[in-house]
């Protein structure tokens, strides 16, 4: 089974307003940590925001949230006004702390497209 | 954060020839990681990089095709062996601390093609 989702292979979004993309989990580890990268048409991965399984709130850095829902093993990022520089991969990891050290696991990523 | 360099950016290589991708990290790290991203695809882990001994490799990665080295907690080279077409991918090397379950950083990846 597939332990990170991303349903959306691709995605458009208006400049100037949000998006959320999706992504889901599986994992029987009580504690993990679930991350998301972007990935311009340079290659390099830009580290976005993390969230830890035993986190009260939801993580927020700048202009990306990320909507937590456990009970569902859901870890969408909310992207808000959204700019030209945003198109992108995205990509959705996760971390299981009984698993082996720091590795991460990826999602098939979201390429989103932002309209002007 | 960790500022991780690799060398090189970039190469296009002849088939059944080796290349050779360094990573550097301005900062002693414990956990360094080599993934490759074949075109279209996701990430996927090579292996882990451990420092004064061997690399532990995941399923379909071997040492013979995938050597790696890592001398020191700030460097270590991933090589792709007597290659092919279809080992044209970016390799990416990660870095992490042990108990810093909440950073992971890329370098900015190798672009490799095989002719």
């Known amino acids: 089974a597939q332990k990170i989702t991303q349903t959306q292979p691709g995605m458009f979004v208006q400049e100037k307003e949000a998006v959320t993309l999706d992504c889901t989990y599986d994992t029987s580890d009580p504690s993990y940590g679930l991350f998301w990268y972007k990935q311009p048409s340079s290659g390099e991965m830009i580290f976005l925001i993390y969230q830890g399984s035993y986190d009260q709130q939801n993580a927020t850095e700048g202009r990306y949230s990320l909507n937590f829902q456990k009970a569902r093993k859901s870890a969408n990022l909310v992207i808000s006004a959204s700019q030209l520089g945003d198109s992108a991969m995205y990509f959705c990891a996760m971390r299981e702390a009984t698993g082996k050290g720091n590795m991460l696991t990826f999602g098939g990523g979201t390429r989103l497209m932002v309209k002007p | 954060s960790a500022v991780i360099s690799q060398k090189p950016s970039r190469d296009i290589c002849q088939r059944g020839t080796s290349l050779t991708i360094q990573c550097q990290v301005d900062s002693q790290v414990t956990m360094m990681f080599w993934y490759r991203q074949q075109p279209g695809q996701s990430l996927t882990l090579i292996a882990t990089a451990n420092q004064g001994s061997e690399a532990t490799y995941e399923s379909g990665f071997v040492i013979d095709k995938f050597p790696i080295s890592r001398p020191n907690l700030t460097f270590s080279t991933l090589t792709v062996s007597n290659m092919s077409p279809e080992d044209s991918s970016i390799y990416l090397c990660?870095?992490?601390?042990?108990?810093?379950?909440?950073?992971?950083?890329f370098g900015p990846g190798t672009r490799l093609t095989v002719l």
């Open positions: 990660s870095v992490g601390q042990m108990l810093s379950y909440n950073e992971q950083f």
